[in-house]
């Protein structure tokens, strides 16, 4: 009887409490200012050295390069950067490693597909990716 009336006088006692669970769908999670959600990339500032293919352990990071439409220009330009979040890891070393700071990671983490084929992102899909972007990284 004891252990009931203790059970009983915990659950009272916390029921005035405030709620500490989120209503998910309707209400966004707040994210830490250090969390590494998914990337955004910005093609204009890549300088298409490929440290960051280099240095991704899962080998997810697809990268091509061509030659800039200038003939007088020397540097290379972005022809294709794809990333297969079926397989990334989230691990933040293409964004540590990237010279100009072309990639960065964002607070966003709903990446749910009903097709594994939807989880290769592009270029296009990785530059128009603004949403949650860190605070630290918005200029």
């Known amino acids: 009887m004891k252990g009931i009336g ?4 915990y659950t009272l006692k916390n029921m005035s409490k405030k ?12 994210m830490p ?5 998914i990337q955004k990339f910005y093609p204009e500032k890549c300088i ?3 440290q960051c293919s ?6 997810c990071i697809d990268l091509t390069e061509k030659k800039h ?15 297969n979040f079926e397989i990334c890891i989230l691990c933040d070393l293409c964004t540590e490693v990237c010279p100009t700071e072309a990639i960065i990671m964002t607070n966003t983490f709903e990446l749910a597909e009903y097709s594994r084929d939807e989880l290769f992102k ?3 899909w990785l530059d128009e990716n603004e949403d949650n972007t860190r605070e630290e990284n918005k200029a």
């Open 69 to 83: 439409p200038d003939p007088s220009v020397k540097r290379k330009i972005i022809d294709t950067f794809d990333i």
């Open 33 to 37: 200012d250090r969390f590494r959600g």
């Open 54 to 59: 280099n240095i991704c352990p899962t080998d």
């Open 19 to 30: 709620q500490m669970t989120y209503t998910y769908p309707d209400e966004p999670i707040p």
């Open 122 to 124: 592009n270029l296009e």
């Open 48 to 50: 298409v050295c490929n």
């Open 6 to 9: 203790k059970g009983l006088a």
